[in-house]
């Protein structure tokens, strides 16, 4: 079983009768939350987090392999111009090492697999269309002003159309367009026929720091980008080790129903108690802010957009082996999976054994789920879903992914305080309609979150970002 | 009336033949195992004689063909006999499946026989077709046997855990 490990230092769970007064009530105690919460307790401000689940992390969450190894199930990877995250680990004592890379990846396509070095697999009749298609988005996204893409001098005609609709003006055939679509699948949670050409390119826009333009080749690349580098302990040892720090002002199991409030004050409602607060933070899926009872009730258009930012679907799978055997064979584990396969994409997650990433320890695999092969697959017998997924493996490196020691999964959208992942993707039409009301407090509360992120939007550094930036916004409305 | 063809091929599979029956009962699953089933498009669930499936089938390079399948034998778990439409010019197309139980080293298997039969149309050019299909019809009833036992390997045992 995925462990998700509780906070040691959180709140257990006795119902709050009376109502207690806080400077901030924090809803949500994944990254963002989290991230603000620090934020303002470093500052001095009275804080509460208030988290529906029995631990933290949101979409953090460590799968429990025995002997002290873990290995992730949700979030992971880390790589150049995520800062705020890198800083917060190094802060927080956890190390990063680099994610295995050594060695072939593994193009399959139509059935035939082809070993590959680098991280553009090896198609003559898409590559060429597919660079010249990575170029031309690099190049417009640099015109998208990231913090107000909607501003962007083409917005309107962008906002528009799918990504899919440009992609395919812009390549010939449809290799290019189902490339993007490996990518996506994971980045996503879904295709290129489902966000708008806009949201895109901001969201590629965002694929850097202030100092360097963002860029699709930081965003799928391995070594040099998003899949660089994951954390000892895993992702969610941060959110663990933030909660530590919080000191008993996390309170887990307690589901956040309803937010009132007034000229002075915002009364939070949960099953579990009322807390009163001079400010509140909303660090949940836009869409569960959506659903909380508002009075007086959210403006409809930041409502209308947090409904739209639905998360898309995913679901990561992972089989267990005594060894990473296939490094031995040259190969670095990870799969490229053009269109009609089970995953699209899938990756060496072993733990990193003796630190080196040398291994040492179990080998794991494992598979992203993404858009429509999550699609194709959730609703399928477990059991299937597993040889489907297995067979994948096999294509990549070898039969003897036929025979894990173990096997787990871990689908997002089944997760009622997510409701899917990695993140939110806008359709067409809604940056353009909505956009301005992503981020913009609505009284005395805020919102946080990867989706609130104008740089790695959707990304754990995203979150970070988003959470520090809402700590300071509130401490700059109150001193 | 041209002459009936047939081509069979069989092979030792180190899964139970009990598994081997179940999923080549699904009859929306042949998609996951036999070479040429691009996609089952309608399909009754655990083969019933008399009932029907249809496929999307590969035929040469990028064409494709769709054909309709009839159960016609049950015999559990060891035989089963369909008879098939849309693969002109093969006419009168017939599929059996024969599964025997047999060891294998210390466990069980299954010896697999994977036949088709059928009456090529067009005359000696379709019997030229015939001829020249043959070859790969056998090779594509070892990759799909192959297929089959690397599912039900990959599958793994009834309680084995498949989310934790």
Same mark, same amino acid.
Request: contains cysteine.
């Given at each position: ?17 009376? %109502? ?32 529906? *689940? ?25 790589? %150049? ?29 139509? +059935? ?35 913090? /107000?893409?909607?501003?962007? *001098? ?23 367009? &189902? ?14 026929? &489902? ?17 360097? %333009?963002?860029?699709?080749? #930081? ?25 530590? #720090? ?10 956040? #129903? ?10 939070? *409602? ?26 007086? *009730? ?25 060894? %990473? ?9 990870? +799969?490229?999976?053009?269109? +009609? ?42 059991? &299937? ?8 493996? /096999? ?24 409701? +899917? ?26 919102? /946080?979150? /990867? &989706? ?28 | ?164």
């Amino acid at each position: 079983m995925t462990s998700g490990a509780t906070a040691g230092a959180a709140v257990g769970g006795t119902p709050v009768s009376v %109502p207690r007064r806080v400077d901030v009530a924090v809803i949500g105690a994944g990254l963002a939350g989290l991230t603000a919460a620090d934020a303002l307790t470093a500052a001095g401000r009275d804080v509460i987090v208030l988290e529906a *689940r029995d631990r933290v992390g949101g979409r953090l969450l460590n799968h429990d392999l025995g002997d002290g190894q873990v290995v992730e199930a949700g979030g992971q990877f880390v790589g %150049p111009t995520q800062n705020q995250v890198l800083g917060l680990a190094a802060d927080l004592g956890v190390a990063t090492f680099p994610a295995y890379a050594r060695g072939a990846s593994v193009y399959v396509h139509r +059935g035939r697999a082809r070993r590959f070095g680098g991280d553009i697999p090896p198609d003559p009749l898409a590559l060429p269309g597919l660079g010249l298609a990575m170029a031309r988005m690099n190049q417009l996204a640099r015109t998208v002003p990231i913090d /107000a893409p909607w501003t962007a *001098r083409h917005a309107r005609r962008w906002d528009a159309m799918t990504f899919a609709t440009w992609l395919r003006r812009v390549t010939a055939g449809t290799g290019g367009l &189902e490339l993007v679509d490996v990518f996506l699948g994971s980045a996503y949670g879904g295709t290129a026929a &489902e966000a708008s050409l806009l949201f895109s390119l901001h969201y590629i826009a965002g694929m850097g720091d202030e100092r360097n %333009p963002g860029t699709i080749d #930081r965003g799928i690349a391995g070594a040099g980008g998003a899949q660089e580098l994951r954390f000892h302990g895993g992702s969610q040892l941060l959110a663990l080790r933030l909660a530590e #720090r919080l000191d008993g002002r996390v309170q887990l199991g307690t589901p956040v #129903r309803g937010i009132e409030q007034g000229d002075r004050s915002v009364t939070v *409602r949960s099953e579990r108690g009322t807390w009163t607060a001079r400010h509140a933070v909303v660090a949940t899926p836009p869409v569960l802010a959506s659903r909380l009872a508002w009075s007086p *009730r959210l403006p409809p258009q930041q409502d209308a957009l947090f409904q739209r930012l639905s998360f898309g679907a995913l679901a990561k799978c992972e089989a267990v082996y005594d060894e %990473p055997f296939w490094r031995a064979d040259g190969l670095s584990g990870q +799969g490229v999976f053009r269109a +009609g396969s089970t995953v699209c994409s899938m990756f060496d997650n072993s733990p990193p054994g003796d630190g080196s990433g040398d291994g040492g320890g179990p080998g794991v695999l494992m598979g992203f789920l993404g858009g429509p092969q999550w699609r194709a697959w959730a609703h399928r017998p477990a059991r &299937e879903r597993r040889g489907a997924v297995l067979r994948a493996f /096999a294509q990549v490196v070898g039969r003897r992914a036929l025979r894990p020691r173990s096997y787990f999964e871990q689908d997002w959208t089944a997760e009622p305080w997510t409701l +899917g992942g990695p993140t939110a993707i806008a359709a067409p039409g809604v940056l353009t309609a909505f956009g301005p009301w992503r981020d913009r407090p609505f009284g005395r509360v805020h919102f /946080a979150g /990867a &989706e609130h992120a104008d740089y790695w939007n959707g990304y754990m550094d995203g979150a970070v970002r988003s959470g520090r930036d809402t700590a300071q916004a509130i401490l700059a409305a109150t001193d | 009336m041209s002459e009936v063809s047939e081509v069979s091929e069989t092979a030792v599979l180190a899964v139970p033949a009990e598994r081997v029956w179940e999923v080549l009962s699904a009859t929306g699953r042949y998609a996951e195992w036999v070479a040429g089933v691009l996609e089952v498009t309608d399909h009754h669930g655990e083969a019933t004689v008399g009932r029907t499936y249809s496929e999307r089938n590969r035929t040469v390079g990028p064409l494709t063909t769709r054909s309709t399948w009839t159960v016609r034998e049950l015999d559990p778990p060891r035989r089963r006999v369909d008879t098939g439409t849309g693969f002109a010019p093969m006419h009168d197309m017939t599929n059996v499946f024969d599964v025997e139980p047999v060891p294998v080293g210390d466990g069980l298997g299954t010896r697999l026989t994977y036949t088709v039969r059928y009456r090529p149309g067009l005359g000696p050019i379709g019997r030229l077709i015939d001829r020249l299909q043959q070859p790969g019809l056998r090779r594509s009833f070892q990759t799909s046997m192959r297929a089959l036992e690397d599912l039900i390997i990959a599958e793994g045992d009834e309680h084995e855990g498949h989310n934790g």
